[in-house]
């Protein structure tokens, strides 16, 4: 019989990558996780990794393992849930990642609604990017994600996770200044996007392509609200996602596009009965809903 705690440990190292990252993630040594590793070796009968450089990576047998792991913990959290759900109120944590515009916009008063429904559920929120809060939902950092995803750049479907539709989050040209018609107007202006490599600098680029001209990008933020002081300035042109207004008149000149972003949520599957993500994801659906 496999020691579920040390499977956990080889699962933490297939998701984080390293030995210093899971004893950083589960606040042991790097020595620990290797000997409780060493030991997992010995009840398998096979080696589990093999060095490549100075690291290490999972053999076929340990992914073997991993992948029987993965099961037993959808398992067990499908009994938590089912726990849960035997209980009269909604107590407990529940650990939500989202991106900044959503994190503005919806969830302060999700989080309004989820505290007078349920007082007794601690609700604990991290700003962060979809490339790393849904690896970070796999890996059991979080427990809800509220994820975005960019025209012509869908996201890997992890058969490990569960999506779930909030909305579609037009897109619109944000001009600089007044006596600027359109997109025509600004191939030889600033411009203001994401990081490069990221799926809304990948999309703004092509966009720009597709008119015939390469932007001029002069800054990159992954902060909407630096990309919007920008504008206002003068200084650069964006593109920019209505939910940036959160219900106010735009503070600067928009021109539509033919084009939105996707808003979901994602939780591991498994987990997606769970009372406390339950009542969130229909908090966020209500309020991300067309008015």
Known sequence: MFDLHRLRLLRELKHRGTL?????????????????????????????????????????????????????????????????AS???????????????????????????????????????????PDRALPALLARDFDLVIAEEYPGNPNPRLPELEHEDLCDDPLRLALPGPDLAGLHDLAA????????????????TTVCREAGFEPDVRFESTDL????????????????????????????????????????????????AHPAIVACRRVLRDLAAPS
Do not use: C, K
């Not at 690291?55 to 047998?61: E, F």
């Not at 393992?65 to 009994?79: C, G, M, P």
């Not at 515009?101 to 302060?108: M, N």
């Not at 411009?191 to 703004?204: C, I």
């Open 20 to 84: 210093a990252a899971v004893a950083a993630a589960l606040s042991y040594s790097p020595s620990t996780v290797s000997q409780q590793l060493s030991q997992l070796e010995a009840e398998a009968g096979v080696p589990l990794l093999e060095p490549v450089g100075r690291r290490v990576r999972l053999t076929p047998q340990a992914e073997i393992l991993v992948a029987h792991t993965e099961a037993v913990l959808e398992r067990l959290e499908r009994a938590e849930a089912d726990i849960a």
């Open 189 to 204: 202006h600033p411009w203001v996007m994401e990081p490069a490599g990221t799926p809304a600098h990948r999309w703004a």
């Open 225 to 272: 609200l630096l990309h919007l002081s920008l504008v206002e300035h003068g200084h650069a042109a964006a593109f920019l996602p209505d939910l940036l207004w959160n219900g106010a008149a735009p503070a600067v000149p928009l021109r539509d596009l033919p084009a939105s972003r996707r808003l979901f949520t994602s939780v591991r599957r498994g987990h997606s």
């Open 87 to 129: 209980l009269t109120g909604i107590s407990g944590t529940l650990r939500v990642a989202s991106f900044q515009t959503a994190a503005l916009s919806l969830l302060p008063d999700a989080l309004s609604q989820l505290r007078a429904a349920h007082p007794l559920l601690r609700v604990h929120v991290t700003q962060a990017e």
